[in-house]
């Protein structure tokens, strides 16, 4: 596992120098991780606020139509309270209607009254001596009296009716009343819903603008999301490895001192990998790049020196790593693109060195090869 975390560490490192200044694809795969949970957050922002909406026009819809039946009840109200005016005002003339025959019958049976008062004042004994008789006094008297209770009847008959007529109008009234108190319930209700409901379209209008402000943002999140797609495939096609064969890396120099494999180290005097191969040279001479690249690493080394690194890319989903150490001096410097044979440094014996030489390397996916399987000796 620490291996791999290890490999992976080199791999990204290798692919860490490029013409892209600073930028390593690492630093890319995090941005694009970025923007992938940044999409998606996006997404779900935008569909959190399409339910909110779709929640709010739903709301405003049951509003809308609650209005529409209070508006139909209110005008129903409206017309009950209209038709109960029109019949008050009819009851009204009714009523003045009988109020006038009770008035005009009054001052009839007033008159009539009068007469007889005025044929009483003629006196008892005249109106006795006027009667054929007792008998026609009686009748008279009877008759008179009759007169006046069925007088009293019709009058007590009428102010019946009058009395029912205003009880009907009152009745009507009060049914207005009520008819007009509902009516004001509904006119309120209404009121308060159309509060209701123009908050819920601002609301709307509001989640509106958010919506289409997230979508914007999730444009640029998908537009940033395939510039990075597209930077990506640049960078690793640029490192494509395509190579006619790695060249010896130090020109005129073919001797090995100590070959690739298990030996006793010179200085500490343990048996370890030899990871390359050492090619004793004279101080200064050129130590040349096996193939064309791009120096990854050019630093000091308290074990290898002044050391170099060149990457010469990905074929088939291996990388390929040169390297160079106890140099004297570097001739190029990191990030640099390099041309197959070109100086990149001089033979020195820096580090854990015994002489002046090249500790040369191959390097496949960051594992160490046997370098004369990949460059020719001369
Ligand atoms: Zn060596």
């Known amino acids: 596992m620490k291996k791999l975390l290890l490999g992976l560490l080199v791999f990204t490192m290798i692919f860490s120098v490029n013409a892209h200044a600073g930028t390593t694809l690492s630093d890319l795969q995090n941005k694009?991780?970025?923007?992938?949970?940044?999409l998606n957050a996006s997404k779900s922002k935008v569909n959190k606020l399409k339910n909110q909406k779709k929640n709010a026009v739903y709301e405003a819809n049951k509003l809308d139509r609650q209005i529409d039946s209070l508006t139909d009840q209110i005008k129903n109200y409206n017309s009950k309270i209209s038709n109960t005016k029109?019949?008050?005002?009819?009851?009204?003339?009714?009523?003045?209607?009988?109020?006038?025959?009770?008035?005009?019958?009054?001052?009839?049976?007033?008159?009539?009254?009068?007469?007889?008062?005025?044929?009483?004042?003629?006196?008892?004994?005249?109106?006795?001596?006027?009667?054929?008789?007792?008998?026609?006094?009686l009748k008279r008297t009877?008759?008179?009296?009759?007169?006046?209770?069925?007088d009293n009847g019709i009058v007590k008959e009428m102010i019946d009716v009058e009395e029912k007529l205003k009880d009907n109008k009152?009745?009507?009234?009060?049914?207005?009343?009520?008819?007009?108190?509902?009516?004001?319930?509904?006119?309120?209700?209404?009121?308060?819903?159309?509060?209701?409901?123009?908050?819920?379209?601002?609301?709307?209008?509001?989640v509106n603008s958010d919506?289409?402000?997230?979508?914007?943002?999730?444009?640029?999140?998908?537009?940033?999301?395939?510039a990075i797609k597209n930077e990506i495939k640049a960078y690793k096609s640029k490192l494509t490895y395509n190579s006619s064969g790695m060249v010896w890396p130090v020109p005129g120099y073919s001797r090995i001192s100590s070959p690739y494999g298990m030996r006793i180290h010179p200085?500490?005097?343990?048996?370890?990998?030899?990871?390359?191969?050492?090619?004793?040279?004279?101080?200064?001479?050129?130590?040349?790049?096996?193939?064309d690249g791009v120096v990854i690493t050019a630093r000091w080394s308290n074990s290898y020196g002044k050391l170099l690194l060149v990457d010469h890319g990905v074929k088939n989903g291996v990388t390929y790593t040169?390297?160079?150490?106890?140099?004297?001096?570097?001739?190029?410097?990191?990030?640099?693109?390099?041309?197959?044979?070109?100086?990149?440094?001089l033979i020195g014996t820096t580090g854990w060195s015994t002489g002046n030489h090249l500790h040369f390397e191959v390097l496949l996916n960051n594992k160490d090869q046997n370098p004369l399987k990949y460059v020719p000796r001369p």
């Open 32 to 38: 694009q991780n970025q923007v992938g949970s940044q």
């Open 86 to 137: 029109q019949n008050i005002t009819e009851l009204e003339v009714k009523i003045k209607e009988e109020e006038a025959a009770r008035e005009k019958y009054n001052e009839e049976h007033k008159d009539r009254l009068k007469k007889i008062y005025m044929a009483g004042k003629v006196g008892y004994v005249q109106t006795l001596l006027k009667s054929k008789g007792a008998d026609d006094f």
């Open 142 to 150: 009877y008759y008179t009296q009759k007169m006046v209770e069925y």
């Open 170 to 206: 009152l009745d009507l009234v009060n049914k207005k009343n009520e008819i007009e108190k509902l009516n004001n319930s509904k006119k309120q209700a209404v009121r308060s819903q159309q509060n209701s409901l123009s908050k819920k379209l601002t609301y709307i209008k509001q």
């Open 211 to 226: 919506i289409e402000e997230e979508e914007k943002k999730y444009k640029a999140l998908m537009a940033e999301n395939e």
């Open 267 to 291: 200085i500490s005097k343990k048996k370890r990998m030899h990871t390359g191969i050492d090619i004793p040279a004279a101080k200064g001479k050129p130590v040349v790049s096996a193939d």
């Open 322 to 345: 040169t390297k160079y150490a106890h140099n004297s001096a570097f001739k190029v410097s990191n990030g640099q693109k390099v041309k197959k044979g070109q100086t990149i440094a």
